[in-house]
């Protein structure tokens, strides 16, 4: 069975452990959106790990990685990754498969980048200003540079120079050269070429053969550009749907959807958190959790699990179960809040609203529940939870409507919980 697993919050979740521990069951791990913008974190051999284009998955000797169309790709941050996890024993060999149809990120999206978010003043998006928006704009612009055009020297030339004459009009403080990134450009795709394929045919292919797929998201459901808090989103489709435009197989492919949240709310950039919260208990989640962006360091705005947003999430995915990380940052608080339903007015909201001024004047509508002072870290049996624990668990199960499959106890690999009679159990048991 293929399985995707997706950020059910504003990203964060922990989604780089759970693919990590996963990937051993999968013959392929495949990345289907985003750019170098993800930074999913993984503790492999002792050494923490944030990978940022690169499939979790790499980390793994005998599994294909995959790098879809749908993902934008700076070539410079791809090798950099490369090249770091060469120094630590980890090759990439002919494990990886980059997209042909695969856009690029260049050095005038990152100009155009600081530039949009500059003029923007106080309603910021919050963006990592690496050029992902930017890129995605020339490929729904229909000028966009893709992995494929690499291949064709005099096509490219064209293609930069026009793309850096127009950024140059747009800055207007500075001047880029366009040769000597056409030069640049060049010998990162003889680098790139034997990584080049139509992923669309090799995933067929993959598939008839028998092997099986993970489906790697990044950011989360609320980051979506269709179906998150627009405008502060991210620029691709983060959700279940972006697996089939990003990868190229049809929706069949996508055998179960797997989502993972944290035991509580956290967000980067501006924009509508309901749960939101400020003063000392903001800061015991933020340290707790050690909750600072992988890819930019920034610190997270923190909240109580917020159920309506993640019902939500289950919606639009299709979600059959749920891993809930992070469990053991709540260890030790005498209760915990959980949102389960929004205030707007005179009106009491229980489904998550789209329209972001709607969102806005939301409050939260709590539910208080009993905390527990004996520990999760590194409980391995969820019989071993605390009864306070196993309560909480049960109640979010409830109020979201699908099962917690997996639960997350610390950042080390074994310190996790399968549940046996989850629906991840059937993908630990499946050979590769």
Excluded at 151 to 160: C, E, R
Excluded at 193 to 215: H, N, T, Y
Excluded at 224 to 249: K, M
Excluded at 331 to 338: C, E, K, R, T
């Amino acid at each position: 069975m293929n399985v995707a697993v997706i950020g059910a919050q504003w990203g964060d979740e922990g989604k780089g452990k759970i693919v990590d521990l996963l990937t051993p069951h999968f013959s392929i791990v495949a990345r289907y959106q985003g750019g170098h913008n993800a930074g999913h974190t993984v503790l492999f051999g002792g050494t923490k790990f944030v990978l940022h284009l690169l499939p979790s998955g790499i980390l793994h000797p005998g599994v294909s990685c995959v790098i879809g169309n749908g993902v934008v790709v700076d070539p410079d941050a791809l090798f950099l990754e490369i090249e770091t996890l060469a120094q630590y024993g980890i090759e990439v060999g002919d494990r990886l498969a980059i997209s042909d149809k695969a856009h690029l990120i260049l050095p005038y999206h990152r100009d155009l980048d600081l530039l949009s978010e500059a003029r923007r003043g106080d309603k910021k998006i919050g963006t990592t200003s690496r050029g992902i928006g930017p890129a995605y704009e020339d490929k729904i612009g229909r000028r966009g540079i893709r992995v494929c055009d690499l291949a064709d020297p005099s096509g490219l030339a064209d293609q930069v120079r026009e793309n850096v004459m127009a950024r140059n009009r747009l800055v207007g403080d500075s001047a880029l050269e366009w040769q000597p990134l056409f030069e640049h450009l060049l010998v990162h795709g003889e680098r790139m070429r034997p990584w080049v394929k139509d992923v669309s045919l090799f995933l067929a292919e993959a598939q008839r053969a028998g092997r099986s797929i993970l489906f790697e998201g990044a950011q989360g459901t609320f980051l979506d550009i269709d179906h998150g808090t627009y405008p502060f989103v991210t620029s691709s489709n983060s959700t279940a749907g972006g697996v089939c435009t990003g990868l190229g197989v049809g929706p069949k492919a996508v055998g179960s959807v797997l989502g993972v949240a944290k035991a509580y709310t956290t967000r980067v950039g501006g924009g509508p958190l309901p749960t939101e919260l400020s003063g000392p208990m903001a800061d015991r989640l933020r340290e707790g959790g050690q909750e600072y962006g992988a890819s930019t360091g920034r610190p997270r705005r923190c909240g109580w699990y917020d159920a309506v947003a993640v019902r939500y999430a289950v919606r639009v995915n299709g979600l059959d179960a749920i891993a809930l990380t992070k469990m053991d940052v709540l260890d030790g608080l005498s209760h915990i809040d959980v949102c389960t339903a929004y205030r707007c007015g005179d009106r009491t909201l229980t489904e998550f609203p789209g329209d972001l001024r709607h969102l806005a004047a939301c409050r939260p509508v709590y539910e208080r529940l009993p905390g527990w002072t004996a520990p999760t870290h590194g409980v391995r049996s969820y019989d071993d939870l605390p009864a306070g624990a196993r309560s909480y668990i049960a109640r979010l199960e409830e109020l979201t409507g699908v099962p917690v499959g997996i639960v997350s106890t610390g950042s080390d690999r074994d310190e996790t919980i399968f549940r046996e009679e989850s629906v991840a159990m059937r993908w630990l048991s499946q050979p590769a």
